[in-house]
């Protein structure tokens, strides 16, 4: 069965420079993907949750602007991928940004957010949750972090990765998903 048995969260990159680094330690392997004669395979197509793609975290009962400790937007998820062996191994980038409300006292966004992985038709074979815990230094009110995993799907004959899906979103509470569809 599919899984992401080596999927380990990183420590979370905030800011331009270290977003940089990450995308520089992709880019090689992307091209190494890509030379040679034939066309590299193709890797599972990468979807986020609409539903699940924002979450605004409140202090307290009250939904006002001033009761936000603060707001995450899921920015992307990027997978680059490689087979050995009849399987699929991947390098998924997922990036967030993060805003700082002004009912934070803790100067920072804890939240947690999943990763699926599913066949064409939606049914899920795997889903793992990650915690991750942006932090807001200095006087910075918005930051952007990623996380690199490293999703692992065996390949039956006859297989090929797009018979797979990846589904990336925030883990929600009831309430926090009700607010995301009452606000579309």
Not at 148 to 164: F, M, T
């Amino acid at each position: 069965m599919p899984g992401i048995p080596d999927a380990v969260p990183g420590p979370a990159r905030a800011g331009r420079r270290s977003r940089r680094r990450t995308l520089a330690l992709i880019l090689p392997v992307l091209l190494a993907a890509c030379s040679g004669d034939e066309a590299p395979p193709p890797c599972p197509q990468v979807l986020r949750v609409p539903d699940a793609a924002r979450l605004v975290r409140f202090e307290g009962p009250g939904r006002d602007l001033t009761d936000v400790r603060f707001e995450a937007v899921l920015k992307g998820a990027r997978l680059a991928c490689e087979y050995d062996d009849g399987v699929m191994e991947g390098v998924l980038e997922v990036t967030f940004e993060a805003m700082r409300g002004p009912a934070d006292r803790e100067r920072l966004a804890p939240f947690a957010y999943f990763v699926a992985i599913a066949t064409a038709d939606k049914t899920v074979l795997t889903r793992e949750v990650f915690e991750l815990a942006v932090p807001f230094e200095g006087n910075r009110t918005r930051v952007t972090a990623s996380e690199e995993l490293s999703p692992r799907i065996p390949l039956e004959p006859g297989q090929s990765a797009l018979d797979y899906r990846i589904y990336v979103g925030f883990s929600l509470t009831p309430d926090e998903l009700r607010y995301n569809r009452q606000n579309r």
